[in-house]
């Protein structure tokens, strides 16, 4: 495949050799490379809604010029997060059906490839790690992805892609209920309902790396994983009555899993004034069953009508927290997962080309762990 590259007023074409690495432009020295003109390059396309067998994997798919703030990342490692999945099978269908076919994907980990006008803070060559938000419509399982430069960070050195590319989104959407959100401060009390999945752990992480006491619940096999990582208590949600096991009175809880059961047992072991915040709202679903005119306000209408209910009968503040960039966070996610305070660990890995067995495998719940796809 051939590329072109816009270095200034000259333009450059890289022959792809057979692996499809021809952009280790680090060692060409073109770091004042501004524009890239890659004209087409493989993606996972969705052309429809379905099971995994509606996943095209595309040797022709259009690379779009870099705007002034974006940044073309040559793919090593993308994560397979549950976003994908629903997405695939029709979440979100209001907002993606008119612009299907569409890229999965939303973490990535790789090389700047070429950056926008605009960006100064990233040089074509370095490697960096980061995540689109969930509304993107062009993703990241794709040998070229563009992303804002406020959405990547450089990698740490001491982690591998495929570690790499399984923590910003997840960790994101983490930072934004208990950072933004709830401003969780040191030496307050934390409940994390799920702590075994990416997102719960990563919340676990960035609270004890704040000074909070975290309790959380999970799997059995997700207990000492969750200890090492600093939390307080972990109980055993297939085992243990959590209602009586979970004591005390928290700032905030971090409801991963969200249904009325943990809705309602979260709510009250809050102290007045904390925050619950699920990662469960309803306005995509809404949405998706009434269209934007019927399910925005309804999705509105249900959030305000339980943020006065819950204010006035608890004194909590209830919310439903989404991932977001935002460049602090993910500036303090790469702080702490470059000295081994933030990790995601990686159940298994697939070739790009297996993306269809790694979406059957979530699906199926053959694997409850992370899966990362990797690129060549
Ligand atoms: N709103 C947003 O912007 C946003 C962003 C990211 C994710 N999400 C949603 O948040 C959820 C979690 O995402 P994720 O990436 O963390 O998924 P994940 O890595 O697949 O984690 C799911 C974990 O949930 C745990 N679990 C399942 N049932 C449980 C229960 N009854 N009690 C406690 N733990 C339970 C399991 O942990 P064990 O292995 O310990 O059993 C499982 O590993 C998904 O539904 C996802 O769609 C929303």
Same mark, same amino acid.
């Given at each position: 495949?051939?590329?072109?590259?816009?270095?200034?007023?000259?333009?450059?074409? %890289?022959?792809?050799?057979?692996?499809?690495?021809?952009?280790?432009?680090?060692?060409?020295? $073109?770091?004042? #490379?501004?524009?890239? %003109?890659?004209?087409?390059?493989?993606? %996972?396309?969705?052309?429809? $809604?379905?099971?995994?067998?509606?996943?095209? #994997?595309?040797?022709?798919?259009?690379?779009?010029?870099?705007?002034?703030?974006?940044?073309?990342?040559?793919?090593?490692?993308?994560?397979?997060?549950?976003?994908?999945?629903?997405?695939?099978?029709?979440?979100?269908?209001?907002?993606?059906?008119?612009?299907?076919?569409?890229?999965?994907?939303?973490?990535?980990?790789?090389?700047?490839?070429?950056?926008?006008?605009?960006?100064?803070?990233?040089?074509?060559?370095?490697?960096? $790690?980061?995540?689109?938000?969930?509304?993107?419509?062009?993703?990241?399982?794709?040998?070229? !992805?563009?992303? /804002?430069?406020?959405?990547?960070?450089?990698?740490?050195?001491?982690?591998?892609?495929?570690?790499?590319?399984?923590?910003?989104?997840?960790?994101?959407?983490?930072?934004?209920?208990?950072?933004?959100? !709830?401003?969780?401060?040191?030496?307050?009390?934390?409940?994390?309902?799920?702590?075994?999945?990416? %997102?719960?752990?990563?919340?676990?992480?960035? /609270?004890? /790396?704040?000074?909070?006491?975290?309790?959380?619940?999970?799997?059995?096999?997700?207990?000492?994983?969750?200890?090492? !990582?600093?939390?307080?208590?972990?109980?055993?949600?297939?085992?243990?009555?959590?209602?009586?096991?979970?004591?005390?009175? $928290?700032?905030?809880?971090?409801?991963?899993?969200?249904?009325?059961?943990?809705?309602?047992?979260?709510?009250?072991?809050?102290?007045?004034?904390?925050?619950?915040?699920?990662?469960?709202?309803?306005?995509?679903?809404?949405?998706?069953?009434?269209?934007?005119?019927?399910?925005?306000?309804?999705?509105?209408?249900?959030?305000?009508?339980?943020?006065?209910?819950?204010?006035?009968?608890?004194?909590?503040?209830?919310?439903? /927290?989404?991932?977001?960039?935002?460049?602090?966070?993910?500036?303090?996610?790469?702080?702490?997962?470059?000295?081994?305070?933030?990790?995601?660990?990686?159940?298994?890995?697939?070739?790009?080309?297996?993306?269809?067995?790694?979406?059957?495998?979530?699906?199926?719940?053959?694997?409850?762990?992370?899966?990362?796809?990797?690129?060549?």
């Amino acid at each position: 495949m051939r590329c072109l590259l816009q270095r200034s007023s000259k333009m450059l074409v %890289v022959n792809r050799n057979r692996s499809g690495d021809s952009f280790a432009l680090s060692k060409l020295g $073109f770091n004042e #490379l501004r524009r890239s %003109v890659v004209t087409s390059c493989r993606a %996972v396309l969705l052309p429809r $809604f379905g099971g995994p067998e509606v996943l095209e #994997l595309r040797d022709d798919v259009n690379v779009p010029d870099l705007k002034p703030n974006e940044v073309l990342v040559r793919a090593r490692a993308v994560s397979v997060n549950p976003l994908d999945t629903r997405m695939r099978a029709g979440y979100g269908r209001s907002l993606f059906e008119p612009l299907l076919p569409v890229i999965l994907g939303r973490d990535i980990s790789g090389e700047v490839a070429a950056v926008g006008q605009a960006v100064h803070s990233l040089g074509v060559g370095q490697e960096v $790690f980061g995540a689109l938000h969930p509304t993107a419509v062009r993703g990241t399982y794709t040998d070229f !992805a563009i992303l /804002a430069e406020e959405e990547l960070t450089p990698k740490p050195e001491s982690i591998s892609h495929v570690e790499a590319s399984a923590i910003p989104f997840a960790a994101l959407t983490a930072w934004r209920a208990l950072m933004s959100t !709830a401003r969780i401060k040191q030496g307050q009390r934390v409940l994390v309902v799920g702590g075994g999945g990416a %997102v719960g752990f990563s919340a676990i992480q960035l /609270a004890v /790396a704040a000074g909070c006491h975290v309790s959380t619940t999970c799997g059995t096999e997700s207990i000492d994983r969750i200890l090492a !990582a600093g939390a307080d208590q972990a109980v055993d949600y297939t085992t243990e009555d959590y209602e009586v096991s979970i004591k005390g009175h $928290f700032d905030a809880v971090l409801d991963t899993i969200g249904v009325p059961e943990t809705e309602r047992m979260s709510i009250n072991l809050l102290k007045k004034g904390g925050h619950y915040m699920t990662l469960q709202g309803e306005a995509a679903s809404l949405t998706d069953k009434y269209g934007f005119a019927l399910g925005l306000p309804m999705a509105t209408g249900i959030l305000l009508q339980k943020q006065f209910q819950y204010r006035f009968s608890h004194g909590i503040e209830y919310s439903w /927290a989404y991932m977001r960039a935002d460049p602090e966070g993910l500036h303090e996610i790469r702080r702490l997962s470059e000295v081994g305070k933030l990790k995601v660990p990686v159940e298994k890995t697939f070739p790009i080309s297996h993306v269809r067995e790694a979406h059957e495998a979530k699906d199926k719940r053959l694997i409850s762990g992370k899966v990362v796809l990797e690129l060549d």
